[in-house]
Nanobody
Framework: QVQLVESGGGLVQPGGSLRLSCAAS????????IAWFRQSPGKQREWVAT???????SYVDSVKGRFTISRDHVKGSVYLQMNSLKLEDTAVYYC???????????WGQGTQVTVSS
């Protein structure tokens, strides 16, 4: 089973930036399509962005133009650069491999992003 580790979260003011990192055991982030998800208190986990094996990216409408997903094959990590953060971006962020409407691996602990003035 692939182990996922998310990091880079924190407390930031509205309009600020953060960069999240996702690492997976066995270099899995270099092999598979990887997505970022987030879950706010009292809400279902939602999809945020995907980077496909081809390098193509896709985003939920609410983050388009503000978030950028990328992959570093050397470091074996997938990143989520988040700019112009809004209060509604507050959530725990997770990465995983999307598959068939679900995900392939057990969820990691996630990384908390709090946007607050």
């Amino acid at each position: 089973q692939v182990q996922l580790v998310e990091s880079g979260g924190g407390l930031v003011q509205p309009g600020g930036s953060l960069r999240l990192s996702c690492a997976a055991s066995g270099g899995a982030t270099n092999i598979y399509t990887i997505a970022w998800f987030r879950q706010s208190p009292g809400k279902q986990r939602e999809w945020v962005a995907t980077i496909f094996n081809t390098g193509t990216t896709s985003y939920v409408d609410s983050v388009k133009g503000r978030f950028t997903i990328s992959r570093d094959h050397v470091k074996g990590s997938v990143y989520l650069q988040m700019n112009s953060l809004k209060l509604e971006d507050t959530a725990v962020y997770y990465c995983n491999r999307p598959l068939g409407g679900g995900v392939s691996w057990n969820w990691g602990q996630g990384t908390q992003v709090t946007v607050s003035s």
